[in-house]
């Protein structure tokens, strides 16, 4: 906090009876995170601040000052105190989704904790324009807005000022959870910066068939998110009119897709593959009359079916793989991906896991058997080919990371702190080298892939290079994976500090590493291993290994 001349003038006695005056001013709470305050228990780990900071020209004096716990304070950074308020609240929903289980919170979870979402709105369409009423915020009068065609897509929509109470949030167009860049607009719209774009969102009459039905919010949640935040109880909207939902969640996928409109992040340019997937097939099964347990049709069925959109759809069936295997509860390996980009805490990106584990090991094609095939006998294709996945993934989280890998060490510069001396856990460098993506790539396409096909060709059974997963690996084959793995993890290189300006201190690429794992050395010519390694060796229990 800023020197306050103010503060510093008072005397002990002066302050405890500013503090008071404060702490009542603020019902007894912190005004950061709004829990209690007791003078007493808390009077050594208090802070008084400025509301506005003075370097934003906020006066020095008693009206603008806030007591808070000094944590609360210290953890807010350079914001101002009310934007610390606000993402306060923020994060407590943030958390409440995350002990829920999902990814995180999102504007449906800002709208409702601030008394949103409780409405539908009654709409009457006239030729070019719509009438509607704010009735349940108590206000009759009756509005009219101009409606305004879209020339080439036909759809019709008109531009409103709504107060929250009529905003949905519509995960299924918008799967996305707030991120991290909430605080900075947050920081915007309390300066006062106006809002550039408006929100988007779609209303269709309920099918019970009157003229009432909701807003749904699809586009600019965190825009809409920060101004609730901050006390905004309605916001401008422009509302599309009874549109084909699904061309709205097509534009918007592509929106951030291939045309690169939107940010969007990888895991859940996935996810929502997998809901469109799961409306294909749904559209599918209407289309042919089957009941809903009938799954009696295969994956190139389903291609040929859309065949307008062949590509997508085959994305779509591989999207929805790979989120069944990234969100699959057996799966710990999930624990330590980052899963929105870059972070500093985890060492795997999701974009890592992609160019990894699924290139490796994910059929990306549509298979002709039903979809349904095998699944009584536990020998459905996609079903071994999940279950297979997050098994090896899970041993390799056991391996490397689990209570190996400290997240207050993190990995943001950790080779560099290895030059430069500092002492590194063995398990942490170690679980952070062999998290790097041009590592791991050669680890499976020259270790697990290795070990797997060896096994089946000894016993002259033929499994198809690209689908490998899609054979029900015995216990005896996932035991050599393990040892082979334990034997990886057990090499020196992964804790050797002389190794940290030559090979792992900037990243390699793929060829790289396929080198060192054949010969040993690096094309650098360093020697990074005492010698080639010898896959077939180290599917030996480590201890029964003579060296
Ligand atoms: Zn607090």
New binding site residues.
């Given amino acids: 906090m800023a020197k306050s001349n103010y503060l510093s003038s008072l005397t002990d006695e002066k302050l405890a009876d500013l503090r008071q005056r404060l702490l009542a001013r603020q019902n007894q709470r ?6 209690e ?1 007791d003078l007493q228990l808390h009077s050594d780990s208090l802070d008084i601040d400025h509301i506005d900071p003075l370097a934003a020209d906020g006066l020095d004096a008693e009206n603008n000052f806030a007591l ?2 000094s ?2 304070n210290r953890s807010k950074g350079a914001s101002n105190l009310e934007v610390a308020q606000r993402m ?1 609240k923020f994060e407590r929903l943030q958390n409440e989704a995350r002990n829920n289980g999902r990814r995180g919170a999102n504007l449906g979870d800002v709208l409702t904790t601030y008394g949103g979402s409780t409405e539908e709105l009654r709409l009457r369409q006239e030729s070019n324009l719509v009438k509607f009423t704010l009735s349940a915020v108590g206000d009759d009068t009756v509005r009219v807005a101009p409606t305004c065609a879209d020339r080439l897509s036909g759809m019709s929509s008109f531009f409103a000022e709504l107060p929250i109470e009529y905003l949905h949030h519509d995960d299924k167009i918008n799967p996305r959870t707030i991120g991290s860049n909430l605080r900075g607009l947050i920081e915007e719209f309390q300066k006062g910066r106006p809002q550039l774009h408006v929100a988007l969102a779609w209303w269709a009459p309920e099918p019970e068939g009157d003229s009432a039905g909701r807003v749904r919010v699809f586009d600019g949640q965190h825009k809409a998110a920060a101004q609730i935040l901050l006390g905004t109880r309605s916001l401008p909207v422009r509302v599309f009119l009874s549109p084909d939902s699904d061309v709205l969640r097509q534009a918007n996928t592509n929106a951030g897709s291939k045309l690169k409109q939107v940010a969007f992040d990888t895991a859940v340019m996935h996810h929502l593959g997998s809901s469109l997937y799961a409306d294909r097939v749904a559209q599918f099964k209407e289309m042919r009359h089957l009941n809903d347990d009938d799954f009696s049709f295969s994956e190139t069925e389903l291609v040929g079916f859309f065949s307008g959109e062949k590509r997508e759809m085959l994305r779509y069936i591989v999207d929805a793989q790979k989120d069944a295997i990234m969100r699959h509860e057996n799966n710990r390996l999930t624990e330590f991906v980052e899963w929105a980009g870059k972070g500093a805490s985890l060492p795997l990106s999701y974009s890592a896991i992609d160019k990894t584990f699924f290139r490796e090991f994910l059929f990306r094609k549509a298979l002709a058997t039903d979809l349904d095939d095998g699944l009584e006998t536990g020998e459905n294709p996609r079903q071994l080919e999940r279950d297979q996945l997050v098994r090896l993934m899970t041993m390799y989280a056991e391996a490397v990371f689990v209570d190996k890998w400290d997240p207050d060490t993190g990995g943001r510069r950790l080779e560099n702190r290895v030059q430069k001396g500092e002492a590194i856990a063995h398990a942490h460098l170690r679980a952070w080298r062999l998290s790097r993506e041009e590592v791991l790539a050669n680890v499976l396409s020259q270790g697990v892939r290795v070990v797997l096909e060896h096994y089946y060709a000894l016993r002259r059974q033929s499994v198809r290079r690209d689908r490998l997963l899609h054979t029900r690996a015995p216990d005896e084959l996932w035991d050599a994976v393990g040892s082979f793995l334990a034997n990886l993890v057990a090499l020196p290189c992964w804790v050797d500090s002389q190794l940290s300006g030559t090979v792992f201190g900037s990243k390699q690429n793929l060829d790289f590493w396929e080198r060192v794992f054949d010969t040993g050395k690096a094309p650098n010519g360093v020697q990074v291993l005492a010698q080639k390694i010898d896959v077939i060796e180290m599917t030996n229990p480590p201890d029964t290994i003579l060296t």
């Fill in positions: 912190c005004f950061i995170c709004e829990d305050i808070t716990h944590k609360c306060s």
